[in-house]
Each structure stands twice: as structure tokens, then as C-alpha cells.
Nanobody
Framework: QVQLVESGGGLVQAGGSLRLSCAASGRTFSTYLMGWFRQDPGKEREFVAAIRWSSGRTYYTDSVKGRFTISRDNAKNTVYLQMSSLKPEDTAVYYC??????????????????WGQGTRVTVSS
């Protein structure tokens, strides 16, 4: 059973930075696609970024390109989301997700089989 545990959320002023962590356990993740999604109350969960564990190839939604960086630490089985130049519209609960098949549907919620509990990020103006 795969377990994903997020941490690192909090309150930050606009223009500030946060680093989210996702500690993964329960499997060998070499074939996995790992993603970060976010969700505001009343809105659909949206794709933020993803990384292929084996190759390190990364994907970003347009609104975070140049501000967010996704990375992974193989030794720690941990995926990170470094967020900089944060804006109030980045406020949401951020979720880590894992897709064992490493599918090509990188941005699709339904492609991911495992989810963390979420960590809240609040950006004040």
C-alpha cells in the first residue's frame, strides 16, 4: 500500500516562498509519475506540477511556470514543490499524488491512484 504524507504548508505573504514535501512509502517508485494538485473550496482539483521518478522529466501548469519547481530525492523517497513569488491566487490545499503506471495523462486527476491528505497554503496580499 502506497502512503503519501505532505508537509510544509502554511501562511505566507505575497511574494514569499514555501517548500512542500511529499514523503512516499510502501513501494518502489522508479516507474511512478508523481504529481502535485491543488484545490480551493468549491472548485475542482487542478493540476500544478508533475515529475517522472525515473527520468526526472517535469511538467507544469502555465500559471506556475517560472515560479514553482518540482523535484525528487531518490534516497529519501520524497518529492518537493518549491514555490516562489507566491500570489494570493495560489491559496489552496495542495495534494501529492502518485500514478504507478506512469501514464501520459499527466494533468488528469483520474490518472493518479494514490493521494495524500493535503497541506494548506495560504498567501496573504
Amino acid at each position: 500500500q502506497v502512503q503519501l504524507v505532505e508537509s510544509g504548508g502554511g501562511l505566507v505573504q505575497a511574494g514569499g516562498s514555501l517548500r512542500l514535501s511529499c514523503a512516499a512509502s510502501g513501494r518502489t517508485f522508479s516507474t511512478y509519475l508523481m504529481g502535485w494538485f491543488r484545490q480551493d473550496p468549491g472548485k475542482e482539483r487542478e493540476f500544478v506540477a508533475a515529475i517522472r521518478w525515473s527520468s526526472g522529466r517535469t511538467y507544469y501548469t502555465d500559471s506556475v511556470k517560472g515560479r514553482f519547481t518540482i523535484s525528487r530525492d531518490n534516497a529519501k523517497n520524497t518529492v518537493y514543490l518549491q514555490m516562489s513569488s507566491l500570489k494570493p491566487e495560489d491559496t489552496a490545499v495542495y495534494y501529492c499524488a502518485a500514478d504507478p503506471s506512469g501514464s501520459s495523462f499527466v494533468t488528469s486527476v483520474t490518472a493518479y491512484d494514490y493521494w495524500g491528505q493535503g497541506t494548506r497554503v495560504t498567501v496573504s496580499s
